[in-house]
């Protein structure tokens, strides 16, 4: 089944936003649907159906394709998208190797906004070195670090809220999650002397990543212009960052400073990174946390103001480790923090930011749909998982829809019944490296405002924004009123 316009009717949809076409073309044409994108296709798998797959394809799971007499021509690169229980948990997609299932050909688009040089535009051996690196500046060792500056940080900016007002929650974690890694990640230069311009040039970034971005990254664009220019200027002011630190010889507890000084050890004769792959690896990483920090942070607010049971259960949760360890928020004391862990997490499942994540098929493999038919994917496809909707399968979680967050603790344990049932932060080979950071760091927001603020609701619940990249939650008025510090 095709939709839309030849040619440029899915290509429309698509712009803007997934969700849109994914909810039209499922309600449409069920199951497989091919969507033209220009001279690409895009073919979506829907329904539980696939539960019957696995059984049928020992590890080489997570493709259906539309009907084209049993073989997809090689020539059309298209996307197949899994939905369904068993191919939502796939061991095959998250746990095969960059030469099976592959990142670099799906995400290269985000080339113009990282840089050359780094993650996607580097082969995988240069890759998991860079990883390395980066992995180094998120050890619990350096975690130690970063918690008093979150805690600085988002003292300093409640501080200067007053003793009641209304706030939209999205707007505040935006900003002060990107306070709070422009401390711990860009460096103490950027955060006191240069916050307001490269916060300004993060944005033209962000903006230069729309759906079509997707697929003509290099479109010319204003927006894609905008980021260009953007990019261009985050690289001189770094580069003159690096530079005095490196004639100074100052060394700060930050990630920049872990790069400056990080060597490649099993790739490029083990040099020092260059300044143009310390930028480039920066701006990764704060992209890779700010939008999911900012969602995650707010949809747990959001969800804990709208049921008391669970914000009364997080602040006696602070009242007891206030009382036992005193009032200083610490790396060991957020660790310890169970039930704001399991609000944070069911947040997250009932509102996961990414819609879909993605590999490249390098090896040729054989599915059988739900009717018997049987088709060859040819290697050059890319699949695709969405937590969005296997986050919500009835037969892994129960009463999927409703906000439970001891859902997570014993005995229900239900994010382990399964493997990869929870995809919260990924998973496999290629989880999230940062996500003990990002707990730590929404962690140290939340604890202050269930100690210093009382919040309630002014608007109905928001619905998810299916029209951005990343999914949030739509605007939504919240009145907090400044209590007496526990």
């Keep these: 089944m095709t939709e839309g316009i030849p040619l440029i009717g899915g290509l429309l949809k698509f712009s ?10 499922y309600t449409k044409h069920g199951e497989v649907v091919t969507v033209p994108l220009l001279h690409k296709k895009m073919t979506f798998l829907f329904g539980p159906s696939g539960a019957s797959f696995v059984s049928r394809l020992s590890s080489l799971v997570y493709i259906c394709l539309s009907d084209r007499g049993g073989r997809c021509a090689p020539s059309a690169l298209s996307v197949s998208l899994a939905f369904s229980p068993a191919l939502a948990v796939s061991p095959h997609f998250f746990n095969a190797n960059d030469d099976k299932m592959s990142q670099t050909e799906v995400y290269d688009f985000n080339v113009p906004t990282f840089g050359k040089g780094v993650v996607y ?77 490269v916060a300004d040039l993060y944005h033209d970034l962000d903006d230069g ?5 997707v697929l003509f990254p290099y479109l010319p664009t204003p927006y894609h212009r905008r980021r260009d ?8 002011i770094f580069g003159k960052i690096i530079a005095g630190r490196r ?44 939008h999911t920090s900012t969602i995650t942070s707010s949809w747990t607010g959001l969800q804990m103001i709208s049921h008391p049971d669970t914000w009364n259960a997080a602040v006696e949760e602070q009242k007891k480790v206030i009382k036992e360890q005193g009032k200083d928020i610490t790396f060991d004391m957020l660790t310890g923090l169970d039930v704001l862990h399991r609000n944070i997490h069911e947040a997250l499942r009932l509102g996961p930011p990414l819609i879909m994540v993605m590999r490249y098929a390098k090896e040729e493999f054989t599915v059988t749909t739900s009717k018997g038919k049987e088709f060859v994917i040819p ?60 707990m730590l760091q929404i962690k140290t927001i939340w604890s202050i405002l ?37």
């Design 209 to 213: 990543m729309r759906p079509i971005s």
């Design 16 to 25: 803007r936003g997934p969700w849109e076409l994914m909810n039209e073309i």
């Design 379 to 438: 290697k050059g496809h890319i699949v695709a998982a969405s937590p969005t909707f296997s986050h919500r399968l009835k037969d892994v979680f129960q009463n999927p829809d409703a906000y439970e967050p001891d859902r997570f603790a014993a005995p229900r344990s239900e994010d382990k019944a399964k493997p990869f049932s929870y995809l919260g932060f990924g998973g496999g080979r290629h989880a999230c490296m940062g996500q003990q950071f990002a």
């Design 229 to 236: 220019a953007a990019r261009a200027k985050m690289a001189e």
């Design 121 to 197: 535009d580097v082969d995988v051996k240069v890759r998991s070195e860079q990883f390395r690196i980066v992995g180094e500046a998120l050890r619990s060792a350096k975690l130690k670090e970063y918690v008093p500056q979150f805690v600085e940080e988002s003292k300093l900016y409640f501080d200067k809220w007053g003793e009641t007002g209304v706030v939209n929650l999205p707007d505040v974690f935006g900003e002060l999650i990107i306070l709070t890694a422009s401390r711990t990640l860009l460096g103490k230069e950027v955060r006191e002397h240069m916050f307001g311009e």
């Design 247 to 290: 004639a100074s010889g100052t060394s700060e507890p930050d990630m920049l400073q872990v790069l400056i000084d990080a060597k490649y050890q099993k790739v490029n004769g083990g040099r020092l990174l260059n300044d143009e792959e310390i930028v480039g690896l920066l701006i990764a990483v704060l992209f890779a946390g700010q």
């Design 450 to 486: 269930l100690r210093e603020f009382d919040m309630e609701m002014l608007d109905e619940f928001p619905e998810p924004d299916f029209t951005s990249m990343v999914i949030g939650p739509k605007p939504c008025r919240v009145r907090y009123t400044r209590k007496t510090k526990l």
